[in-house]
Each structure stands twice: as C-alpha cells, then as structure tokens.
C-alpha cells in the first residue's frame, strides 16, 4: 500500500471527531496518528488495570510516591476528573463548602462580568461540536456558569481571556459544573501564582523565569533572543495564560494537566524547556525575528508531540534537574526586576 493509500485508509478508521468532541484539522496525518495510537491504547489499556487497582476499594487518591509515578504515566481517562478533584485539593475545598457554588450563581452579579465572558463564549473552541449553539446539550451555558461563579468567587481577578480555554477543557473532562468551577479555582487561586489578576504579575514573572532557565540550560538559544532582542513573552506567553490548551494536540495537554494538578506549576516549565531543547538547532537556523516566532510556532506540532506518552517521560529527562527551590529563588529576583521596572 503506497502512503497515499494508507493515508486514504487511515482517514476511513479514525473518525473526524476526536473522544472529546474536536474536529480534526484539515493537514492531520491520520495514518501517522493511527500509527501512534496503535501502540499507545496498549498503554493506555495497562494502566487502566493499574489505576483501577489503586482506587479500588480506597476511600481516596493521597499524594504519595505511587499516586506521582502512576500520574506522570498518565489517568485514565475515566478516572481523570476524580483523581484531578483528589490531587489538586478541589475536592477538599468542594466538601468544605456545600452548595458555595451555587449561591454564587444565585447571588448578585455583575454586568461588566458578564459581559466579559459572553464577549468570549463564541470564541471558545469553535472547532468542537459540543461547544456549538446546535449542540443539545451546548457547553457554551455551562461555561459561562463556570466562568461567573469564578469571576464573582474571585473579584480580584473577574475573568480574564485564557481561563476560557481552562475552565472548557475542565467541563469536557469532569461533565460537571461543580467540580470544573473547583478545578478552576485550584488552578487559578493556588497552582498559577497570580497568573491571571490585571497586572498579570505571576504571568510576567514565569516568563522571565523561563528566559532565565534557557540561559542557564540552552544558552545557544538565549544568545540568540538576545542577539535579535526577541522579548519571551511574544513567544510564549500563550503557553502560560493557556497551558498549552489550542497549542499542543489534546491528549498531551491533558497528559501534562494530570502532572500540573499533582506537581504543580514546575510543569509548565518542564515542557516549555523540552519543546526548546528538543528543536534548538531548528530555533537556532532562524535569522530574523518573524523567523524566531514561525519557529516557536513549528515546534509545538508534529510527532513529538503527538506521541503523548513519549513526550512525558522526554519532559523528566530532558531539562535535567529541576527544583522548586531554583523556581522559587528565581522567582523572587524575576519579580523584583518586574517590580523595579514597573
């Protein structure tokens, strides 16, 4: 069979609609995705066995060294919202406060709030079917309950662009508005530091962070930046507001969702450093600085990361040692410099 034959056969076995409702686009390989999806449903197969065994009988997933491994080699997906709920402390939250959620949306609003977050309803996934207005039920009514509890819940912040893409993700996987709006707040209060408030300071902050790892670990890359004054937020600040939602195929993003719940926001550079480390020499052809951005773009598709569970286990290795305590430290002088210069 020539490649364009088992292109066209491919094209007839995976449907067009993935598992959580997302059309595929019009240049996706299929038989390069059946390919990996082959070998990877084996895996997927055997660790729903494991998982099973781990929840079975328990009265709840608790962080410990087993719950870590199991997690970075991926949840299951029908036990992804509930293990999500365990690891994050949303669950906890949740109990603690019956029928908060609510009395939110009962309770008094605000119409710039509002407003906000219908301006935005049309512009979230619109390549996914359960998104559509025609769609029964349409997740559009769902995400807008999610996105104003949270905004009245957290006045601070309200709602900014990007927690859109977070909040519909987290209905797609947990099918409940309860348990995506503690999802959210476990994200937004507690994992992202100050990510999404007005002045975005967290967000700057990480971004800077990043361009400091890169000198440290990639410093061919970072003299590169630096040579054509590339500021890193042009590059990836959408990696951050979005983690990595409508950037990286959705089985990836909900492969490093599962670590960023459990882990934490170290996560996030984990996977930015791999992405360039695993394309510097592509990066590092780039002579100009549309050049730089079209490259940054190019990495974040292809096989690499399709193949899901290849690129975890890449995202442990890859950068090396990686400790909240250098995060920590490097957030702190990050800041400062923010701060200074604001």
Known sequence: ???????QAARARVPRIDPYGFERPEDFDYAAYEEFFSTYLVILTKRAIKWSKLLKGSGGVRKSVTVKRYVRKGIPLEHRARVWMAVSGAQAQMDQNPGYYHQLLEGESSSSLEEAIRTDLNRTFPDNVMFRKTADPCLQKTLYNVLLAYGLHNPDVGYCQGMNFIAGYLILITKNEEESFWLLDALVGRILPDYYSPAMLGLKTDQEVLAELVRMKLPAVAALMDGHGVLWTLLVSRWFICLFVDILPVETVLRIWDCLFNEGSKIIFRVALTLIKQHQELIL?????????DKFKQITKGDFVTECHTFMQKIFSEPGSLSM????????????TLQAQS
């Open 285 to 293: 052809e780039a002579s100009s600085v549309p050049d730089i951005c």
């Open 325 to 336: 305590a250098t995060i920590t430290r490097l957030r702190g002088s990050c800041r400062a």
């Open 1 to 7: 069979m020539d490649p364009a034959e088992r292109a």
